[in-house]
């Protein structure tokens, strides 16, 4: 079979249903971003957030070990993980979408060591790139928190089933 650059391997089987049976955990929305040693900004879209440590405060998340962002996440000082609020639904799809520039026309600031930080979020939080453990097509990085903050009253981005949702269906 010939892939095009934005195709994915076939699945199996067995990974068509663990991919099923994940998409039944309801998640928010992240973009991770950090800043390359060029100065270019890099962002994605992520749902592999969770909290690890209240002391230290630490966070993880995790990214592909072929994805194109590797080097600038697995090299750099620190990264933003930003979370997304309910009305945030596009800027998802943008940061998930290739070969675009993802910032482009996106308010932002400059955060810890450099991190885009997106404007309207719900909540952010600023890490210094702690450490990383490959673990099977995934490498896990554990950020170390030195800033946080929350926008009052936002409510959060959700995904579960494939899709964003506002709220989850009752």
Same mark, same amino acid.
């Given at each position: 079979?010939?892939?095009?650059?934005?195709?994915?391997?076939?699945?199996?089987?067995?990974?068509?249903?663990?991919? +099923?049976?994940?998409?039944?955990? +309801?998640?928010?929305?992240?973009?991770?971003?950090?800043? +390359?040693?060029?100065?270019?900004?890099?962002?994605?879209?992520?749902?592999?957030?969770?909290?690890?440590? $209240?002391?230290?405060?630490?966070?993880?998340?995790? %990214?592909?070990?072929?994805?194109?962002?590797?080097?600038?996440?697995?090299?750099?000082?620190?990264?933003?993980?930003?979370?997304?609020?309910?009305?945030?639904?596009? $800027?998802?799809?943008?940061?998930?979408?290739?070969?675009?520039?993802?910032?482009?026309?996106? +308010?932002?600031?400059?955060?810890?060591?450099?991190?885009?930080?997106?404007?309207?979020?719900?909540?952010?939080?600023?890490?210094?790139?702690?450490?990383?453990?490959?673990?099977?097509?995934?490498?896990?990085?554990?950020?170390?928190?030195?800033?946080?903050?929350?926008?009052?009253?936002?409510?959060? %981005?959700?995904?579960?089933?494939?899709?964003?949702?506002?709220? $989850?269906?009752?």
């Amino acid at each position: 079979m010939s892939r095009t650059p934005h195709s994915s391997p076939a699945l199996d089987e067995g990974q068509l249903q663990f991919r +099923a049976a994940l998409g039944m955990f +309801a998640t928010g929305v992240t973009i991770v971003t950090a800043r +390359a040693p060029d100065g270019s900004l890099v962002g994605l879209t992520a749902n592999s957030f969770n909290s690890v440590s $209240l002391s230290p405060r630490l966070v993880l998340w995790s %990214l592909g070990q072929k994805a194109g962002s590797m080097p600038v996440f697995s090299r750099g000082s620190h990264y933003a993980i930003n979370i997304l609020a309910a009305e945030q639904k596009e $800027l998802a799809q943008r940061f998930a979408t290739r070969d675009i520039d993802r910032f482009a026309g996106v +308010a932002w600031r400059e955060g810890a060591g450099g991190a885009p930080v997106l404007d309207g979020v719900a909540a952010v939080f600023e890490c210094a790139n702690r450490s990383q453990y490959e673990e099977g097509d995934h490498v896990i990085f554990v950020g170390e928190v030195e800033s946080c903050s929350r926008r009052e009253g936002a409510l959060p %981005l959700i995904y579960h089933g494939g899709r964003y949702y506002t709220e $989850l269906p009752i």
